[in-house]
C-alpha cells in the first residue's frame, strides 16, 4: 500500500487565503513535484532554475513578498514553457501580465508591477522556503486551481488513482 510507505497518512498544507495569490498564466490549475528558489528583488537564481528541464516540476519562489521590483515576465515565462515548466508560485510581483495569460503555464503571484528585478545577489536553490503559513519542501507535490494551493508529502493523485484501483472505483467517481 503506497500510504504504509509514507508511514501512515500524507501531510497536506493550504496556502493561507491571505495574503491572495492571483492567477496570472494561461492556466489556471497545474501540479507538480516542487523546486524552490529564494531570492530578494533579484532573478538571477529564478532565471537559472527555469534554464533547467522542468520535467512537470512546479518552481515556487520566495521573494519575501517584496512589491519594489517583478521577478517574473514575458521572457522568463516563455523560458519556463520552453523548458517543460508546469507553474511558478512567486510570493512576490510580475510584469508583462497582458503577455504571462497568453502562455501555456500555470503563474500564481501577488500582483503586478511595472519594474524589473535587479541582479546582483545570487539567491538559494532547492531548500525549504516559507510562507502563507506553508513550508514549500524541494521533491514534495504542490496542487494549485481557482480555490487555492495545496501542497503534500505524497502524490495524492497517485494515491488516488492507487485507492481506485484497488477498491475498483473511477477517481473522482461520487459514492452517492
Known amino acids: 500500500c503506497a500510504l504504509a510507505k509514507l508511514g501512515g497518512r500524507p501531510r497536506v498544507e493550504a496556502l493561507a487565503p491571505l495574503p491572495r495569490f492571483y492567477n496570472f498564466g494561461g492556466r489556471t490549475d497545474f501540479s507538480g513535484r516542487i523546486s524552490t528558489v529564494q531570492c530578494f528583488e533579484n532573478n538571477l537564481v529564478v532565471r537559472a532554475a527555469l534554464s533547467e528541464a522542468g520535467r512537470g516540476r512546479v518552481l515556487v519562489v520566495d521573494a519575501a513578498g517584496s ?12 523560458l519556463a514553457v520552453s523548458n517543460g515548466w508546469a507553474g511558478i508560485v512567486l510570493n512576490g510581483f510580475v510584469r508583462d501580465a497582458a503577455c504571462l495569460k497568453e502562455l501555456p503555464i500555470g503563474i500564481k503571484a501577488l ?8 541582479r546582483r545577489d545570487w539567491g538559494i536553490r532547492d531548500s525549504a522556503v516559507n510562507f502563507g503559513g506553508v513550508s514549500f519542501q524541494p521533491g514534495d507535490y504542490i496542487y494549485s486551481d ?26 473522482g467517481e461520487d459514492s452517492a
Open 67 to 78: 512589491a519594489r521590483a517583478a521577478l517574473l515576465g514575458d521572457n522568463l515565462g516563455a
Open 111 to 118: 500582483g503586478t508591477f511595472p519594474v524589473k528585478s535587479g
Open 146 to 171: 481557482e480555490d487555492g494551493i495545496l501542497v503534500a508529502n505524497a502524490d495524492l493523485r497517485g494515491l488516488a488513482a492507487a485507492a481506485a484501483d484497488s477498491d475498483g472505483s473511477t477517481v
